[in-house]
Structure formats: C-alpha cells, structure tokens
C-alpha cells in the first residue's frame, strides 16, 4: 500500500467545495480564490505551491480560521468552519490548529521552554514544554533565549510551540522563507518529524518547488484556482532535497 492510501484511509480532515473569497468592492474588488475544490486528510503532508498572489496563503488562513469565505463550503470533520461564529472558531484554532509562520514571533523575554509554555498552559491536553523541544531537537537549548539562538533554531522553537497543543492540523506559511538553505533542510526535517510522530494534517506554503517531493501531495495554485495536484508515490526525506 502507497503512503497516500494509508493517508487517504485515516480519515478525510477538510472538504472544501466551491471555496470563493473576495476582498474589496466594485472597481477595487479582488478574488483571492475563485470555486477551490479539495479534500485533506489526516496525517498527510502537502505542499502549496504558486507565484504570489495565486491564493494559498488565502486558503491557509481559511483553512486555520483566520479568516472566513465569501462564498463555497469548508469543512472540518463535519464543523462548517464557514458558518461558524467568532466564539466557535477561536476554540478551534486554540484546540486544533498549530501555525508556524515565515517570521518566529517569539517574545524575546522568554526562553524557549517559556515561549512554548505559552501553548501549553491553555491547551486541552498539551505536550510539556519539553518534549515539544526535544521532538524538534533543541532539548539542549530549553533555557536560552530568542538572541542567544540561530534562526532556524527560532523556528525550531516556533514549531515546538505550534505542536504543544497536538494540533491535529499543522498550518505552515513559508516556514523557511526568511532562512538559508543549510538551515531551511533542518527546519523541514522538523516539520516531517512532527509529522510522523504526532500524524498532524501538515500544509506547506511555498514558492520553492524543491520542496515538492518531501509531499504526499503537491497542489498548484494559480490566479485563485487548483492548477493541478500532483500525488508522489513516496515522499522524499528533507536531507535529500536537491536545492
């Protein structure tokens, strides 16, 4: 059995139908995603890939509840995320949805352990602290702080603190934009880590079509709509990207 069939086995995450999300009016208005179709499924890891502008970070913050769409379905396990009220959906991105972002956010007056403490002390059923850190190997440098870091070790403690909560989805935009190469391989190797270890629905934005054979499934975007989708049989580890 392919590693997509396992996926596609353990449960459908997201359905997404007819998804439209305008912005502006009249002669300013802008359609950020024009009738998106797709399904996601549990424990699967899949790339974004698009110029800037196409509508994946659109998508992104719909699927996290950042944001709400025009027009179109969307899903979570049954929870119509686009009829929801803002009560409903802070309760799901605080018990469901782990973000990691291009820039870290961390409070640079907290050590690593303490910014990923900001997690779990309002989480449901959290991971400690430390064992957030030591899935992303930085248990050695829980008590140091953003400065005395790298930056891909502050994305490493980004990470740690976007899965103390055991998200089942893990919503990632851009994760090694502001990185070097060298330094990006080690956060994605992160990533997959997380992935594997706790089966979190895992999304990636990027531009870097590199990236496409770490993914169970590649979709493209282009001007607001799914170009195409691409499923690899088996996924490449992130070591062995050839950047």
């Known amino acids: 059995m392919s590693d997509m069939q396992t996926k596609l086995d353990s449960g459908q995450v997201f359905r997404v139908r007819g998804l439209t999300k305008v912005y502006g009016t009249g002669a300013a208005e802008v ?6 179709d ?16 196409s509508g994946k970070t659109t998508l992104l913050n719909n699927l996290g509840g950042l944001d709400t ?8 396990r049954g929870m119509n995320l686009a009829a929801a009220d803002e009560n409903a959906l802070t309760a799901y991105r605080r018990d ?5 972002f291009q820039f870290y956010n ?13 997690i779990t002390e309002i989480a449901r059923d959290p991971l400690p602290a430390e064992a957030a850190l030591e899935l992303v190997q930085l248990g050695g440098r829980l008590d140091h702080f953003p400065a005395q870091l790298s930056g891909g070790e502050q994305q490493r403690v980004a990470i740690a603190r ?9 919503l990632c935009d851009e994760p090694t934009g502001a990185l070097d190469v060298r330094t990006g ?18 999304v990636i934005i990027t531009h870097n079509a590199v990236m496409a054979d770490m993914a169970d499934r590649v979709i493209h975007f282009s001007d607001g709509h799914v170009h195409h989708i691409i499923t690899n049989a088996r996924r490449a580890p992130a070591s062995s990207l050839n950047w």
């Open 38 to 53: 797709l399904d996601l499924y549990a424990g699967e890891l899949v790339v974004l890939l698009g110029p800037s502008g």
């Open 162 to 170: 976007a899965i103390a909560k055991r998200p089942e989805v893990l």
């Open 31 to 36: 359609r950020a995603l024009w009738g998106v």
């Open 106 to 118: 961390l409070i640079p007056s907290l050590t690593a352990r303490e910014n990923v403490a900001l």
């Open 185 to 202: 391989i080690v956060v994605l190797e992160a990533i997959q880590r997380v992935n594997q270890e706790l089966g979190a629905l895992t």
């Open 96 to 100: 469901t949805v782990g973000f990691v």
């Open 69 to 76: 769409p025009t027009a179109g379905e969307l899903y979570y």
